[in-house]
């Protein structure tokens, strides 16, 4: 088991470009979870998805962020015209349904924008 | 939705002495509280969790209390080392949506 694969590890982006990092939960798990973690900063919740389902996305910014969970594939976390701001770590974590002890998160993707 | 707080911020301890963690949480239906420790660039590692039908639980030099009326639970590192030094996250669980604190970052010094 490969375990939460999240790539790419490192993603440079110029101001006003889209980025798109993708998250691909362990083999049986059909929960995944979103976390931004800005520099020296916290875990910050973005959006919790099934397949083809988003849960909850109160953490995520009203515009320009955008998340999927297609039925096949990767999960999508998708930035558009990315702004300085948007520089950070971002997280992915899976779970099986129902299952507690499997919740385990990726390497992270760090989006740096230029 | 859960509102999960953490405390301190950061902890600077002597190598051997012993640490502690404290976080509260909101949801009084919360059942599951993992604590992750995160070195620096890598992901957060799971090191020890707890569910609510537990007070307490111990792994080696890693201790979990849990106090669901007053809604708090901390980590306790004893013994603590040079390796220990990392951020340290609480988390709370309530129907697969779960919250982090804002982490405490823990220095041992040798």
């Known amino acids: 088991n490969a375990g939460v694969m999240q790539n790419p590890r490192h993603l440079v982006r110029r101001r006003g470009q889209e980025a798109r990092l993708r998250c691909s939960p362990m083999?049986?798990?059909?929960?995944v979870y979103w976390y931004r973690q800005l520099p020296e900063e916290g875990l910050k919740f973005m959006v919790y998805?099934?397949?083809?389902?988003?849960?909850?996305e109160s953490g995520m910014p009203k515009e320009r962020f955008s998340a999927e969970f297609p039925k096949e594939g990767p999960s999508i976390l998708r930035i558009q015209q990315v702004v300085r701001g948007d520089s950070a770590a971002y997280f992915c974590?899976?779970?099986?349904?129902?299952?507690?002890?499997?919740?385990?998160f990726g390497s992270g993707t760090r989006l740096t924008v230029v | 939705g859960e509102n999960v707080e953490q405390h301190p911020s950061t902890l600077s301890v002597q190598e051997g002495d012993s640490a502690v963690i404290k976080c509260t949480y909101s949801d009084s239906a919360s059942n599951y509280f993992p604590w992750y420790k995160q070195e620096l660039g890598k992901r957060p590692q799971l090191i020890i969790d707890i569910r609510s039908n537990v007070g307490e639980k111990k792994d080696q030099r890693i201790a979990v209390t849990l106090n669901k009326t007053a809604k708090h639970f901390s980590l306790h590192i004893t013994e603590t080392q040079p390796e220990d030094s990392a951020v340290y996250f609480c988390?709370?669980?309530?129907?697969?949506?779960?919250?982090f604190g804002a982490g405490t970052r823990l220095t041992v010094k040798p």
């Open positions: 998805l099934q397949k083809e389902n988003i849960i909850d």
């Open positions: 974590a899976s779970s099986p349904f129902g299952n507690d002890y499997g919740y385990t």
């Open positions: 988390a709370a669980l309530n129907n697969n949506d779960m919250r």
């Open positions: 083999k049986g798990h059909s929960h």
